[in-house]
């Protein structure tokens, strides 16, 4: 079975800041997806960004980036350049590929502060 | 164009009434999942649709939840008798998913239901 790990429950950042958030996973498999993702508190969970495991290059969407270290299995996502609409849940994801399902962690609540 | 949809967007019953869920998927996304997700928890897994595969039904808690989805559209979310531990945000999400997989999931708003 794979498992999913946040280990930071809460977080907070100063505008303009950097912020890293971690993400750990346990599997076999050797193919996988990753996936952050972001919940304000309208409940809308909305994608941020994909890494897929045969990619050795970090996945990057504008302030988004992700260190993806495949031996570590480890999927930490860095948001440069805060801003308060930031201010959200982070849900780091993992499915296998071939596959459907999707493992979630329990999450990073993250606030930005002005 | 339109993004997955989900109603109602709150539901408040009363212990031991039936629940129906609804969730409209984006059109053409061929995989449909069922999540809950309880006060500042994470994503708990309760069902998944591909095609006319049959479900993934390994995340239903009890056999009082069920789920259908008609025409490969449309998915009703069922939960009989309920109970207060039943409260929680059900979050419906569709994805491009096939044989393949890889394809990111797209959520709808929730629904949130409080049993009383």
């Known amino acids: 079975a794979q498992t999913v790990t946040q280990s930071q429950p809460e977080m907070s950042v100063q505008e303009a800041e950097t912020v890293t958030l971690s993400c750990t996973y346990d599997?076999?498999?050797?193919?996988?997806?990753l996936f952050w993702y972001k919940q304000p508190p309208s409940r809308q969970m909305i994608l941020v960004i994909r890494?897929?495991?045969?990619?050795?290059q970090n996945a990057t969407e504008n302030r988004f980036s992700v260190n993806f270290q495949k031996a570590a299995k480890s999927f930490s996502l860095k948001i440069s350049d805060s801003q308060l609409g930031d201010t959200a849940m982070y849900f780091c994801?993992?499915?296998?590929?071939?596959?459907?399902?999707?493992?979630f962690g329990t999450g990073t609540s993250l606030t930005v502060i002005p | 164009g339109a993004g997955v949809s989900q109603s109602p967007s709150n539901k408040v019953t009363e212990k031991g009434k039936d629940v129906e869920l609804r969730c409209d998927p984006i059109?053409?996304?061929?995989?449909l999942y069922w999540y809950r997700q309880s006060l500042g928890q994470g994503l708990e897994f309760l069902i998944y649709f591909q095609g006319n595969s049959a479900p993934d039904k390994s995340g239903l808690p009890s056999d009082r939840f069920s789920a259908e989805r008609t025409g490969g559209s449309v998915s009703t979310l069922t939960i009989q008798r309920t109970q207060q531990e039943d409260s929680a945000v059900y979050l419906c999400?569709?994805?491009?998913?096939?044989?393949?997989?890889?394809?990111?999931?797209?959520f709808g708003p929730g629904t949130r239901l409080t049993v009383t």
């Open positions: 599997t076999s498999e050797s193919n996988y997806y």
């Open positions: 890494q897929e495991a045969y990619k050795q």
């Open positions: 994801a993992f499915m296998k590929h071939p596959g459907n399902q999707f493992y």
């Open positions: 059109s053409g996304h061929t995989a």
């Open positions: 999400a569709s994805s491009l998913s096939g044989t393949g997989g890889g394809y990111e999931q797209y």
